[in-house]
């Protein structure tokens, strides 16, 4: 399939949508994910047209890990988590739904609390309150 920039990541990417933005650099940007599976649920993607990770030019990836590597680690600390969670799906057959590459960091605590993958949105402020949290733990 072709990339399709109608996709609200590639809006994000442009200013067109809205975004709880965490970090940036010329190569990445994050952000909380809108409707999150756990509290500190944030997104890492590419600023580069890829819709999933065999379109993705490997110098961009890796650019793109590191910013998953450096904002994960800021999550981390920012929830106190004791593990961290990094999920990434390629095609509507393995539930990816936003069709631009894209990471998921998500904090885990110990049982099984959390929520299926896309379902709810999450207030505006608390999203705001956690990605200043993030992005006070980011050097
Ligand atoms: P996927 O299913 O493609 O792996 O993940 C897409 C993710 O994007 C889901 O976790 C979903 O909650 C999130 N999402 C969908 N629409 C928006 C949006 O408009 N803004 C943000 N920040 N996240 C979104």
Redesign the pocket.
């Known amino acids: 399939m072709a990339y399709n920039d109608a996709n609200?990541f590639a809006q994000?990417l442009r200013g067109d949508?809205p975004?709880f933005k965490v970090y940036e650099n010329d190569f990445a940007l994050a952000?909380?994910?809108?409707?999150p599976q756990v509290d500190g649920h944030t997104?890492v993607i590419p600023k580069y047209t890829a819709e999933n990770l065999h379109d993705v030019a490997p110098e961009i990836l890796g650019e793109t890990m590191k910013v998953v590597q450096l904002v994960s680690g800021a999550v981390k600390s920012a929830f106190d988590a004791p593990g961290i969670m990094i999920a990434q799906?390629n095609g509507a057959a393995a539930?990816?739904?936003?069709f631009h590459l894209?990471f998921?960091i998500m904090p885990r605590f110990d049982g099984l609390d959390f929520k299926l993958?896309?379902r709810e949105v999450e207030d505006g402020e608390k999203l705001a309150g956690f990605s200043e949290r993030i992005r006070a733990k980011l050097p």
């Open positions: 609200v994000i949508a975004a952000f909380m994910d809108i409707m997104l799906l539930g990816q739904t936003v894209h998921h993958h896309a």
